[in-house]
Nanobody, 116 residues
Framework: QVQLVESGGGLVQPGGSLRLSCAAS?????????MNWYRQAPGSQREWVAG???????SYADSGKGRFTISRDNAKNTVSLQMNTLKPEDTAVYYC?????????WGQGTQVTVSS
């Protein structure tokens, strides 16, 4: 059984920052998993936001380049997403994802609302 639990969402004004965290627990060799953040806005499909491989290589969707930073701490089984200069269009439920081969796990999501 693997659990991913996100935290750190909330309401923030445009231009503000939030740091999302995802803690993994259970039967998971965390260091071997690629970790990703996805988001889903109302009425939209879930979209990939950022990823970090087991080798710590990072990649970002164009929407977050230069504003978002993904990181991981294998000692704590956590992955984080630092989001700066937030825009209203960043409003969505953000999901943590762990992937290794055919194994894929999702968290329950955390709401991020960017509004004045």
């Amino acid at each position: 059984q693997v659990q991913l639990v996100e935290s750190g969402g909330g309401l923030v004004q445009p231009g503000g920052s939030l740091r999302l965290s995802c803690a993994a627990s259970g039967s998971i060799t965390f260091s071997g998993y690629g970790m990703n953040w996805y988001r889903q806005a109302p009425g939209s499909q879930r979209e990939w936001v950022a990823g970090i491989t087991s080798a710590f290589a990072t990649s970002y969707a164009d929407s977050g380049k230069g504003r978002f930073t993904i990181s991981r701490d294998n000692a704590k089984n956590t992955v984080s997403l630092q989001m700066n200069t937030l825009k209203p269009e960043d409003t969505a439920v953000y999901y943590c994802n762990a992937q290794w081969g055919v194994n894929r796990y999702w968290g329950q999501g955390t709401q991020v609302t960017v509004s004045s």
